[in-house]
T-cell receptor, first 112, second 114 residues
Framework: KQEVTQIPAALSVPEGENLVLNCSFT??????LQWFRQDPGKGLTSLLL?????REQTSGRLNASLDKSSGRSTLYIAASQPGDSATYLC???????????FGGGTRLMVKP | KAGVTQTPRYLIKTRGQQVTLSCSPI?????VSWYQQTPGQGLQFLFE???????NKGNFPGRFSGRQFSNSRSEMNVSTLELGDSALYLC?????????????FGEGSRLTVL
C-alpha cells in the first residue's frame, strides 16, 4: 500500500527559528512530490514541486529536498515568521495522471 | 489570471438528498481532479478528468460521480447523502498532460449533511 506520513503532526516554534518538516513515503516509484500549505478553512497553495529526477527545489525561504532511495522529503523553512503558521502537506504522485496521495500534514505555529 | 473557482462555497443538505458541486479550472488547464478532506481521513482522491474522460478514480462508492465538459469545467455529484459525506471538497487543475504536474487548488466547497 502506498502511504505518505508526516511527522510531527504539530510543531510550535519561536519566530526567527529555522525549521524542518518531514515527509516519508513507502513506495519509491514516484513521479513527483509536492509540498502545499493550507490555512484554516481554505484551499491548498502549492509551495514546491520536485520531479523524481530532482534532488531539491528552492523558493524564497523554502527549500525542499527529495531522497527517493530512502523514501523521504524535507521542507526547510528559514527564518520562520508568524505568517508561516499553517498546515503543511506533502503529496506524492505515483501514476501518470494527477492523482496525489497526501500525508496527514504538519500543523505549524510560529509564535511572535 | 483567475485561479480555480469552486461553487458553492458552503452548503447544507439533509441525509438522502443529492448535491452537485462545480469547478472551473484555470484557463488552459485540461486536467481537473477532486479531493475530499475530512478531519479523520485527511485528503483523499476522488477522481480526475482530462479532456472530458475520467482518467483516474479513487476508492469511493458509486454514489460519488463526476463529469467534465468541453470547456474543462467539471462537476461532481453525490447522491443519497450520508452524514459521513460532510467534508471540504477540493478541486484542483493542472496544465500538465502526459506526466503529472503542479496542481492548483480552489478554495473548496464545504458540505454539511444533517
Amino acid at each position: 500500500k502506498q502511504e505518505v506520513t508526516q511527522i510531527p503532526a504539530a510543531l510550535s516554534v519561536p519566530e526567527g527559528e529555522n525549521l524542518v518538516l518531514n515527509c516519508s513515503f513507502t513506495d519509491s516509484a514516484i513521479y513527483n512530490l509536492q509540498w502545499f500549505r493550507q490555512d484554516p478553512g481554505k484551499g491548498l497553495t502549492s509551495l514546491l514541486l520536485i520531479q523524481s529526477s530532482q534532488r531539491e527545489q528552492t523558493s524564497g525561504r523554502l527549500n525542499a529536498s527529495l531522497d527517493k532511495s530512502s523514501g523521504r522529503s524535507t521542507l526547510y523553512i528559514a527564518a520562520s515568521q508568524p505568517g508561516d503558521s499553517a498546515t503543511y502537506l506533502c503529496a506524492v504522485s505515483y501514476n501518470a495522471g494527477n492523482m496525489l496521495t497526501f500525508g496527514g500534514g504538519t500543523r505549524l505555529m510560529v509564535k511572535p | 489570471k483567475a485561479g480555480v473557482t469552486q461553487t458553492p462555497r458552503y452548503l447544507i443538505k439533509t441525509r438522502g438528498q443529492q448535491v452537485t458541486l462545480s469547478c472551473s479550472p484555470i484557463s488552459g488547464h485540461r486536467s481537473v481532479s477532486w479531493y475530499q478532506q475530512t478531519p479523520g481521513q485527511g485528503l483523499q482522491f476522488l477522481f480526475e478528468y482530462f479532456s472530458e474522460t475520467q482518467r483516474n478514480k479513487g476508492n469511493f462508492p458509486g454514489r460519488f460521480s463526476g463529469r467534465q465538459f468541453s470547456n474543462s469545467r467539471s462537476e461532481m455529484n453525490v447522491s443519497t447523502l450520508e452524514l459521513g459525506d460532510s467534508a471540504l471538497y477540493l478541486c484542483a487543475s493542472s496544465l500538465a498532460e502526459g506526466v503529472p504536474g503542479e496542481l492548483f487548488f480552489g478554495e473548496g466547497s464545504r458540505l454539511t449533511v444533517l
